[in-house]
């Protein structure tokens, strides 16, 4: 392979490329150029005879790993393209879905093990409080997110019974071993599970660890601080203490402790690789001193860190801004006239974000910026698609179009509940599999033969069966028959009475009805062509289109959590609701929880390339109610050096308004007068 030139690096970047045998731990800061380091190194190590089929590269996103292999094919030459594409680049779970696969029998999976995504899983949750004839007090999201947690500790249900510490480890013992029932019913696994059942091959099949060890002798992982114990554990199996090892992280952008990620990883390296060398990046080709010098003056705070500086040779230095208003209104008009300016000065759209902690503070800012027709996107929202009711009517198309489709099937066979639990399920799922039959057609042909004991099953299966047969000859057909799935099923009365929330029912029932009336509306293209249409063709319809989309205006102004801009970057970043309880959170103010909102700080000051401004409100209104609110504790950490502050509220900015409109109508009195 041709050899890869080193010009373009600095001297801790050239050091780390060069270094591609042993331990390796790479501090990168933020905007150091750490994925030109990895890929270059990567380049650098096929140039000097690595077999590409033996490099495995980690990340945590795919956006990450398709920017990573897009790089490494711009850096090897024509020639070498096809053998550097033999390099695997992808997500961790990637990695050990592909093991899995792999080494299914050897961890007892089913070949076609599925994958599934959230929305299945929440169903489970709620399948298992109702098999367990448990009250569902909280929500089955935070349910869910300790399972995964759980499983990220590698932590059994029958671990959580012995925990002491936790509270209703009962009730989450039993939910836990009901949710991984429900998976196994369903051939299916959790991305938590890619990770966990991946240990369990390395850890119980050392015969097996060997021989991955072997394929892959070069291990690299981006975002290492970002590792929980499961993913760390797979590391120790695959690389031996003196293997070659590449982590690249930053222990100061350390922001998912909620989801199983550990800080005290980058320390841990030590430990577990004690021939280990460290190298540092610090020059920053992102941002500008100013918004450097303030986020090294704020992480500085935190004591438990890898001591580092980052520091910039750009020519521009802007000053920060930090704004203080009265109420979060007056905050967001702020944004929105500042983003107004910022476009008639010529700044694109896409170079501006707005970033908060969480995501119930983008409702004023938006309602400001469609006051001032920008157009903006707000992300980390749920789609039409992704509400259960929704996925739910989705799952009796699919059934009912496709007697294969066993994942649907379990999905809506006990809802709503007709008595018909998971015992029976499994049952239902034995039987099936010695008749070598999917569940949905043994069910099926049961039900013609007459010999299904069970009553809700044989109701159930007299249901599928007549509506499978239709063909629809016009649009009002379609609607007429998809409204006959709702009432058939009892959907809209089930929903009805799900929630305590009235509100939150009603929207679930007006999202169902809405549905027969846009295929309806859908179906006209195809009776222009065809006499009558199946069943399949509108689940097709819905496969492919999202009812609630609207065409997307590539040119807005995005609107974000700080944890969804990690790892992104924009020219003009306004950090907005820095107050005390909200960033650093009101939960999170004593000990390690505060050092992560610190870096969560850190994280948002160090998006901003060009320009950054900060802001905060005094007060808000709360069930009519003033509340009044105090400046985030991380302002006062901020250097005063290269930070203007205005101050919206004060008596001084008061009367320079009122001057400033008294002399404007002065102005057009005297227009007046001359006319």
């Given amino acids: 392979m041709n050899p890869i030139p080193l010009e373009h690096l600095n001297p801790e970047q050239r050091e780390a490329v060069l270094c591609y045998q042993g331990p390796l731990q790479i501090i990168a800061g933020a905007g150091t150029g750490k994925t030109r380091v990895i890929t270059t190194r990567i380049a650098y190590m096929l140039a000097k005879g690595i077999a590409p089929g033996g490099i495995a590269a980690m990340t945590f996103t795919n956006k990450a790993a398709k920017e990573m292999r897009e790089r490494l094919q711009g850096l090897v030459h024509k020639q070498d393209q096809k053998l550097a594409a033999k390099v695997f680049m992808g997500t961790f779970h990637k990695f050990c879905i592909m093991l899995l696969r792999e080494w299914h029998e050897t961890i007892e999976l089913d070949r076609r093990f599925k994958i599934i ?94 021989q991955i060890r072997a394929k892959y002798p070069y291990i690299l992982v981006d975002e290492y601080q970002d590792t929980s114990l499961s993913q760390l554990t797979i590391l120790e199996c695959l690389v031996p203490r003196d293997g070659n090892i590449c982590v690249v992280g930053d222990d100061d952008q350390s922001i998912y402790s909620w989801r199983g990620a550990m800080y005290e990883t980058i320390a841990r390296f030590g430990r577990l690789f004690p021939t280990f060398r460290m190298i540092k990046l610090e020059q920053n080709y992102r941002s500008t001193s100013p918004i450097l010098d303030a986020a090294n003056a704020v992480i500085r705070n935190n004591v438990k860190r890898q001591s580092k500086s980052l520091w910039s040779s750009r020519a521009d230095k802007a000053p920060l801004e ?248 924009f020219q003009y970043v306004f950090l907005v609701g820095l107050e005390d309880g909200v960033l650093p959170h009101k939960n999170s103010l004593k000990g390690e929880a505060l050092d992560e909102e610190r870096r969560l700080f850190y994280v948002g000051i160090t998006r901003a390339k060009k320009h950054l401004i900060l802001s905060y409100s005094q007060g808000k209104v709360l069930h009519n109610t003033n509340h009044a609110q105090q400046p985030s504790r991380f302002l006062d950490e901020l250097p005063d050096t290269d930070l203007e502050r205005h101050l919206y509220n004060s008596e001084e900015e008061i009367n320079k308004r009122r001057s400033k409109t008294l002399s404007c109508l002065s102005s057009l009195r005297q227009e007046l007068v001359f006319k």
């Fill in 322 to 569: 930090l704004y203080s208003f009265s109420t979060p209104e007056e905050e967001a008009a702020m944004v929105a006239r500042r983003c107004r300016d910022l476009q008639s000065s010529g700044v694109a759209l896409a170079d501006i974000v707005i970033l908060y902690r969480t995501n119930g503070q983008s409702r004023e800012i938006e309602q400001a910026l469609m006051e001032k027709r920008l157009p903006c996107k707000v992300y980390g929202g749920k789609s039409f698609f992704g509400r259960r009711e929704v996925q739910d009517y989705i799952a009796y198309l699919r059934t009912v179009s496709n007697p294969q489709d066993t994942m649907a099937f379990w999905r809506i066979i006990n809802t709503p509940p007709r008595g018909i639990g998971i015992r029976a399920q499994e049952k239902l799922k034995a039987s099936a599999a010695e008749a070598g039959l999917a569940p949905l057609r043994y069910l099926l042909h049961q039900h013609e033969q007459g010999t299904l004991e069970h009553t809700s099953l044989s109701r159930f299966a007299d249901k599928i069966s007549t509506l499978s047969r239709e063909r629809l000859h016009a649009p009002d057909e379609v609607r007429q028959f998809c409204g006959r799935i709702l009432e058939e099923f009892e959907l809209s009365g089930y929903y009805r009475s799900q929630s305590k929330n009235e509100k939150i029912n009603l929207d679930r029932i007006q999202r169902l009805n809405s549905i027969p009336t846009w295929l309806e509306r859908y179906s006209l293209e195809w009776f222009g062509e065809e006499k009558s249409i199946s069943v399949q063709q509108l689940v097709d319809a819905v496969s492919l289109e999202d009812p609630s989309d609207q065409e997307e205006e590539r040119n807005h102004i995005s609107l974000m959590t700080v944890h969804a801009a990690k790892g992104l970057e």
């Fill in 117 to 210: 995504n959230q929305n299945d899983q929440l169903e489970f949750i709620r399948k298992a409080y109702a098999e367990a004839n448990l009250p569902c007090t909280g929500r089955p999201e935070d349910t869910l997110a300790q399972i995964s947690l759980f499983k990220g500790n590698l932590q059994t249900p029958a671990d959580v019974l012995s925990m002491s510490s936790i509270e209703k480890r009962e009730e989450l013992h039993i939910v836990y071993a009901f949710y991984n029932r429900y998976l196994q019913l369903n051939h299916a696994i959790d991305f938590d599970d890619c990770i966990f059942k991946t240990v369990e091959l390395l850890r119980d099949h050392p015969e097996v660890c060997v």
